[in-house]
């Protein structure tokens, strides 16, 4: 039995822990123990239905309570697990079954798990001609015992955020959770019998899946669990939780503490509920931006949260989902670097005045991984030298599973690109400037689009975590860029001239360069992935 799988059901078997879900309507708790013996009778129909070791299984499932059995059934029958993107309100369907269909005959599903909110997608995807099954039915199954199974054995098939037209899924074997799962919990100094994790992350991304869920299983964690749609409709339900159940530990993307943020100020009254029992938060999944944190802890301080218990995070899926946290403890730290020097020679010089770039460190590698930072010729390059980061060890993935079979993550030396610019402190702490595919190139310059975004969403009126900055003439001598911002204001003429004119200033403010245009759009037109991340790419055709 792999060290994955006979961990997690020992712990199902003895932990007093288990799983919390429903809030807020219903909330009801289940041990692990209980989880593990629905998992069983999930078990018992898969073997009925002939799926066994080495198969894949997709899942689309919207409650946790149903999730969590599921995975560990689908393990217990030695397959592999890929959740599959849920669609929402402001999905397109059409797009969303081509890309879902694309997706299991990419993975070669032998079953296709479906549970509510999704039950009305079945027919759909029987027409595919791959098995589906409702988690309702298979919970009425008898139970099995769990098949053998390695260390070396797939256990996820983690879809990218790209994932779309060409889909790609990051294979996450039995080993690469172990590694990952041990070096989080030291680095985050997990107390199993004091820690209380609250989470709303969806379970079809890495931080939310592998991170807080397996990871909760595997070690049998006190966790409760709400989903991304439960968090969308009612924010302040998030810290509702942390205060209800004495929440130690949760984790978000940037964008969503900046909504909370603003939540607390406009909607919360101090002491209506309190975060003092936070002691670790953690901010991953897209670039921490300073400020926002800043913004974060004073909005959060009436209501106790301690500005020690941020933490900037780096991760990715292909490296399970953790590559390092911030000091626990320490809270966000900054380093303030020469925004000229950093654009022009990437080389990150700190300052104290003048024009400067304001970048969160996200703290030296977890035990078991290797960071390095190699220019475009592929020389290691020493600290303060901005360029592609690159990591390997136990937890990185070996590759992907794609349309044209499996393509391998690492080089001959294990060592995988995250294409990521960046650079290594003096102390061997990463800090992360921006995607290499997304920097914009002018006059010799590399400019960054997040603080393209940061500046325009400084304007009254913008939606948060609704602007994106799209390169222009890529890779031509007079490459440059346009904004796309949202706003409600969006239909309003002479709002819509004033949005220009002010979002125009304010990033020329920030990065000494004008965009060739800015368009102002209506809520929900900018793309983004199913988790949230803003798809600049596609974001072409809405400001050409």
Request: proline share 6%; aromatic share 6%.
């Amino acid at each position: 039995m792999s060290r994955f799988t006979e961990t997690m059901y020992r712990n199902a078997r003895t932990s007093p822990h288990g799983l919390v879900t429903g809030e807020p309507s219903a909330p009801v708790r289940h041990t692990w123990a209980e989880v593990h013996r629905r998992a069983a009778r999930i078990a018992g129909g898969l073997a009925a239905a002939g799926i066994g070791p080495g198969d894949k299984v997709a899942v689309l499932a919207g409650a946790p309570v149903e999730i969590a059995p599921t995975a560990q059934g689908v393990w217990m029958r030695g397959a592999a697990l890929t959740m599959l993107h849920q669609p929402t309100p402001r999905t397109d369907l059409t797009r969303w079954s081509q890309e879902t269909a694309a997706v299991i005959t990419m993975i070669g599903a032998r079953a296709v798990l479906v549970s509510d909110p999704f039950l009305v997608a079945a027919p759909l995807l029987s027409g595919l001609g791959v098995t589906v099954l409702t988690v309702g039915d298979l919970l009425r199954s008898e139970p099995v015992d769990p098949v053998r199974t390695d260390d070396g054995d797939v256990a996820l098939l983690q879809l990218t955020s790209g994932s779309t037209g060409s889909p790609k899924a990051v294979e996450i074997t039995h080993a690469n959770i172990v590694a990952n799962a041990h070096a989080m919990t030291e680095g985050c100094r997990f107390d199993i019998d004091r820690d209380v994790i609250v989470s709303w992350l969806p379970c079809f991304h890495d931080m939310g899946m592998t991170g807080y869920l397996t990871v909760s299983m595997y070690f049998g964690a006190e966790l409760v669990k709400i989903t991304p749609m439960d968090f969308l409709n009612d924010i302040l339900l998030w810290p509702r939780l942390i205060d209800k159940y004495r929440g130690t530990m949760t984790a978000a993307p940037n964008f969503a503490y900046n909504l909370l943020a603003k939540r607390l100020r406009r909607q919360a009254t101090p002491g209506e509920f309190d975060l003092s029992s936070l002691r670790w938060a953690l901010s991953g999944a897209e670039q921490v931006d300073p400020g926002d944190v800043e913004d974060l802890i004073a909005a959060g301080a009436p209501f106790g949260l301690r500005p020690e218990a941020i933490v900037p995070a780096y991760g990715m899926a292909e490296t399970t989902v953790a590559v390092s946290f911030s000091e626990c403890g320490a809270g966000m730290r900054v380093d303030e670097v020469d925004a000229d020097l950093l654009a022009l020679l990437r080389r990150a010089v700190p300052v104290s005045r003048g024009r400067s770039r304001r970048l969160a460190k996200l703290g030296r590698p977890l035990s078991g991984i290797e960071v390095r930072v190699i220019d475009e010729h592929g020389a290691v390059l020493p600290p303060r030298g901005v360029g592609v980061i690159e990591v390997r060890g136990e937890p990185v993935t070996r590759g992907y599973l794609t349309v044209a079979g499996f393509i391998a993550a690492q080089d001959e030396q294990g060592w995988y690109d995250t294409g990521d610019l960046g650079y290594l402190t003096e102390d061997g702490e990463i800090v992360v400037c921006g995607r290499v595919k997304d920097v914009i190139i002018m006059a010799g310059r590399n400019i960054f689009p997040t603080d393209i975004e940061r500046a325009a969403q400084r304007v009254e009126g913008v939606r948060p975590g609704c602007a994106v900055a799209v390169r222009l003439d890529a890779g031509m001598t007079r490459e440059t860029f346009a904004v796309a911002v949202e706003s409600a204001l969006f239909d309003d003429p002479a709002e819509v001239r004033r949005l220009e004119r002010q979002v125009a200033h304010e990033v020329f403010v920030e990065v000494d360069v004008r965009p060739r245009n800015v368009v102002v759009l209506a809520p929900g037109t900018i793309p983004k992935t199913p988790s949230g991340k803003l798809r600049r790419a596609q974001a072409l055709a809405l400001v050409s």
